[in-house]
Structures are given as C-alpha cells and as structure tokens.
C-alpha cells in the first residue's frame, strides 16, 4: 500500500504540462481556423481506442490491486462524476466541432460546459500523476491515453464558447483555461501523493467515461469505416506497448 514516503514523480507534472499544450494547440485550431477535420477525428478515434485498452488491462487491474473491491465504488464515482458535469449540468455538446449555435447561443449555457471539461481536465492532471506513483509504465500509457483526447478536448470547448457568440480571444482563453485545470490536477497530488489508492480508481472511471461516453459516441457518427477502424488501432497501439515492455 503506497505511503506518504512516496517521492513525487516529476516527470508526471512536466507531462501534465505538456498535456495542457495540447489543450491550448485545440484551441488554437479553432481560433485561426483552417483546420482540418480528418486529424480531429482521428485524435478522437485513437483515443477512444487506447483509452479503453488502458481502462481494462491498466488502470481497472492496477486499481483493484490497490483497494480491492472498494475501488469499484471510487470507478463508479469517477464516472458519474463526470457524467454529472460534462452531460448533466452541462447539457448536450460535442465532442469535437459544436454545430448545434442554436442550443450554445446562451452564455451561461457555454461556461457550464466549459466547468464540466474544466472538472475533467483537472481529473486528467491527477491521473497522469496517479499513475507514475504507481509504476513508470502505467504513467506513460495514463499520459499517453490523456494527451490523445486533448487537442479534441480543446478544440470542443473553443468550438463551444464560438458557438455561443464569444471572440476569439475568448475561445481561445478557454482552452488555455483546460490547460491549467490540467496542471492544476497535477500539482494537487503533490500533497495527496499517499492517496494514490483513492485517486487511481478515480481516474480509472473518468478515463472509462470519456472513452466510452464522450468519444465512441463521436466515432460512431461517422458515416465510413475507417475511423472505427481506428479504435482498434488504439487498442493495438496499448498492447504493443505491453508486448515491448514485457508487460
């Protein structure tokens, strides 16, 4: 059982930072414009992937390797947490480029989905470290599953802040705002480093959620094969990693 003589892994704060980039670069797409849709999709589609391989051969494991059958109840939380937040006080959004300007024309409307995400990106920050407490492997598959959803994560909440009418300035603000929720997460382990029983599986049902209920949905919309092909491809990619590092 992890102590609190636990050193912090600094390595999972620097990755945390980087995520936060990825947060600001989504952003960043939606402000200049020009982007291009297939590479949105594609981040989506791996993602949903890697992050479902790393929920059931990593993270779910590693959880109740560490608390046992009462990490289930925390898996639980984890994802009704975001549930809650991102699809219940928040309402409908995407998950990518917002269309819907008619549902989003409401300023109120847009900073409860910009909380939500804001929830989850900071959930993000304390998985990345949550899972280098744990071992070095499971951090860099929590970062990698992490980093592949958050240009897309980004690019939403820019989308959405657009959608509802706000400079461009403002959009991008709000992805920089995902950013240091991101950041934010990670520091917030620094003091709660011998929790890391509690916050993994935390982590582990917020992954799920966003895999299962933030980005298939989005794949599944997509009229040809080839991005649902791509979720495969994500899980590949996780049990090559396993394969290389003898896992």
């Given at each position: ?5 636990i050193?912090f892994p ?5 990755l ?6 990825a947060?600001?670069?989504?952003g960043?797409?939606?402000?200049r414009?020009?982007w291009q849709?297939?590479?949105l ?9 890697f992050m479902l ?9 590693e959880s109740?390797?560490l608390?046992?059958?009462?990490a289930?109840?925390l898996?639980?939380?984890?994802y009704?947490?975001i549930?809650?937040?991102?699809h219940?006080?928040?309402g409908?959004?995407?998950?990518g ?7 989003m024309?409401h300023e109120?409307r847009?900073?409860t989905v ?7 990106a ?7 470290v949550?899972?280098?407490?744990v071992?070095?492997?499971?951090g860099w ?16 909440v ?7 009418g706000a400079s ?12 240091a ?14 929790q890391?029983?509690?916050?993994l ?6 992954t ?5 209920s933030?980005?298939i ?9 080839r ?7 994500g ?13």
């Open positions: 059982m992890p102590t609190n003589e050193s600094w390595i999972g704060l620097i945390g930072l980087i995520a936060a980039l947060n600001v670069f989504g960043w797409a939606v402000a414009g020009g849709p297939v590479i999709r594609s981040f989506v589609a791996l993602a949903a992937g391989g790393a929920c059931f051969l990593e993270l779910f494991p109740y390797a608390l046992g059958a009462h289930a109840w898996m639980l939380g984890g009704l947490l549930h809650l937040f991102e219940t006080l928040s409908h959004f995407h998950f480029e917002e269309t819907h300007h008619e549902e024309r109120h847009a900073n910009l909380f939500g995400l804001m929830i989850h900071f959930v993000d920050g304390v998985s990345i949550s899972g280098f407490l071992s070095n492997f499971l598959v929590v970062f990698l599953a992490v980093f592949l959803h958050k240009m897309p994560e980004g690019f939403a820019a989308s959405v802040m657009k959608a509802a461009t300035r403002t959009a991008l603000n709000a992805a920089i705002l995902l950013g929720a991101t950041v934010a997460g990670a520091l917030i382990m620094a003091p709660l480093k011998g890391v029983e509690y916050t599986p935390i982590s582990a049902g917020v799920l959620y966003v895999a299962a933030d980005l949905p989005e794949v599944n919309h997509e009229p040809n094969i991005m649902a092909m791509l979720v495969f491809v899980v590949v990619v996780l049990l090559l990693l396993r394969l290389a590092f003898g896992m």
